[in-house]
């Protein structure tokens, strides 16, 4: 049997990292194989191609250009990790994907959605998470979060309240259109309950499977 793939999306500081541990553990427990990974990155090439994207100093750096490394970090994703760890029946659980593009470049950056599914349906061919888990929050609350854990910031995080602002509502969009892929979390409330959520809907994924086994 084929394995599951989920991804993990939303603004900065909404809790992705967190639950990505969270969701490793909960079907670790259950019996399931798998493993967890990230975008940009994910492979040796992936993480050269995330430091260049999250370089601070690259502040000369075209839509374009960006757009392009977020999908060759993807193809080799794909190629070298998703899709051979799938077609061992392994699941894949990935911090981003394809629907932090349309997000990030396409709402906040402005480049055209048809010229990213374009790229998407040659890189991808037709594969897409079973489910996506988006974290959605007031940009605020998410902006204090990261404040408060500290560290350096990078690239992205050097964007205006507005540009967030768009990411988030293109996430939302993006769920509205298709409620079956997608499981919208509040974000905002406590990680207990987020968590619940999110057990909810890998309780009905796993029991889904068992009936189509
Ligand atoms: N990007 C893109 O533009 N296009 C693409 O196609 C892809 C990516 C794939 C890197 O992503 C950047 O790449 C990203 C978009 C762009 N830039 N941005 N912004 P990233 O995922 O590596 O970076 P990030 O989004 O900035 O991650 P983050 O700031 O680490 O956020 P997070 O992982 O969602 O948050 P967290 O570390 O789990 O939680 C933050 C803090 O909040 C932490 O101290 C937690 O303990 C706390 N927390 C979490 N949940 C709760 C709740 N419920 N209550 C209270 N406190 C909480």
């Given at each position: 049997?084929?394995?599951?793939?989920?991804?993990?999306?939303?603004?900065?500081?909404?809790?992705?990292?967190?639950?990505?541990?969270?969701?490793?553990?909960?079907?670790?427990?259950?019996?399931?194989?798998?493993?967890?990974?990230?975008?940009?990155g994910?492979t040796e090439?992936g993480e050269a191609?995330r430091e260049?994207?999250?370089?601070?100093?690259?502040?000369?750096?075209?839509?374009?250009?960006?757009?392009?490394?977020?999908?060759?970090?993807?193809?080799?994703?794909?190629?070298?990790?998703?899709?051979?760890?799938?077609?061992?029946?392994?699941?894949?659980?990935?911090?981003?994907?394809?629907?932090?593009?349309?997000?990030?470049?396409?709402?906040?950056?402005?480049?055209?959605?048809?010229?990213?599914?374009?790229?998407?349906?040659?890189?991808?061919?037709?594969?897409?998470?079973?489910?996506?888990?988006?974290?959605?929050?007031?940009?605020?609350?998410?902006?204090?979060?990261?404040?408060?854990?500290?560290?350096?910031?990078?690239?992205?995080?050097?964007?205006?309240?507005?540009?967030?602002?768009?990411?988030?509502?293109?996430?939302?969009?993006?769920?509205?259109?298709?409620?079956?892929?997608?499981?919208?979390?509040?974000?905002?409330?406590?990680?207990?309950?987020?968590?619940?959520?999110?057990?909810?809907?890998?309780?009905?994924?796993?029991?889904?499977?068992?009936?189509?086994?």
């Amino acid at each position: 049997m084929l394995g599951q793939f989920i991804t993990l999306e939303g603004t900065e500081g909404a809790g992705k990292s967190t639950n990505l541990t969270f969701i490793k553990e909960w079907l670790e427990n259950k019996g399931v194989e798998l493993i967890v990974t990230r975008e940009p990155g994910g492979t040796e090439i992936g993480e050269a191609i995330r430091e260049v994207l999250l370089n601070k100093d690259y502040t000369a750096m075209q839509a374009e250009t960006e757009l392009l490394l977020m999908f060759a970090a993807r193809a080799q994703h794909l190629q070298e990790k998703i899709l051979p760890a799938i077609k061992q029946g392994k699941w894949v659980v990935s911090d981003r994907f394809t629907d932090a593009t349309y997000a990030y470049q396409g709402a906040a950056r402005g480049m055209s959605f048809e010229r990213i599914a374009e790229i998407e349906n040659w890189v991808q061919q037709g594969f897409y998470p079973n489910t996506t888990f988006i974290f959605d929050l007031p940009i605020e609350i998410g902006m204090a979060r990261v404040a408060s854990r500290g560290g350096e910031t990078d690239r992205f995080e050097q964007e205006k309240h507005d540009f967030f602002e768009k990411v988030r509502s293109a996430y939302l969009q993006r769920a509205s259109m298709a409620p079956e892929r997608y499981a919208v979390l509040d974000a905002s409330q406590s990680l207990e309950n987020v968590q619940q959520s999110i057990v909810n809907r890998l309780e009905e994924m796993m029991q889904s499977m068992e009936k189509t086994a």
